[in-house]
Nanobody, 121 residues
Framework: QVQLLESGGGLVQAGGSLRLSCAAS????????VGWFRQFPGKERELLTH????????YVSSSVKGRFTVTSDNSKKVVYLQMNSLKPEDTADYYC??????????????WGQGTQVTVSS
């Protein structure tokens, strides 16, 4: 089973940038996708983006498109979430996960512990 560790969260001023990292250890599969989610207090986790380990296919939610970019370093098994032009409403806990694509959805199977992002106004 793969273990995921997020890092890079912290406090940033509005308009600033952060880069989150999701490092995988253990067995990974080239067919997996790696997703980034965020969760606001009392809310369900929101899918922001996902990418294959090879980086050949990506998805970015319209809610963050143009500001957030996902990339993958397959050799290091690390996926990055570059967040630019951050807003106070981006304040949340951010999680990465690995999943398997089915015909109709992605089945998210492994989760990291999360990293907190706080954007001050």
């Amino acid at each position: 089973q793969v273990q995921l560790l997020e890092s890079g969260g912290g406090l940033v001023q509005a308009g600033g940038s952060l880069r989150l990292s999701c490092a995988a250890s253990g067995r990974t599969f080239s067919s997996e996708v790696v997703g980034w989610f965020r969760q606001f207090p009392g809310k369900e986790r929101e899918l922001l983006t996902h990418i294959t380990w090879s980086g050949s296919r990506t998805y970015v939610s319209s809610s963050v498109k143009g500001r957030f970019t996902v990339t993958s370093d397959n050799s290091k098994k690390v996926v990055y979430l570059q967040m630019n032009s951050l807003k106070p409403e981006d304040t949340a806990d951010y999680y990465c996960a690995t999943g398997v694509e089915t015909l109709t959805q992605i089945r998210w199977e492994n989760w990291g512990q999360g990293t907190q992002v706080t954007v001050s106004s």
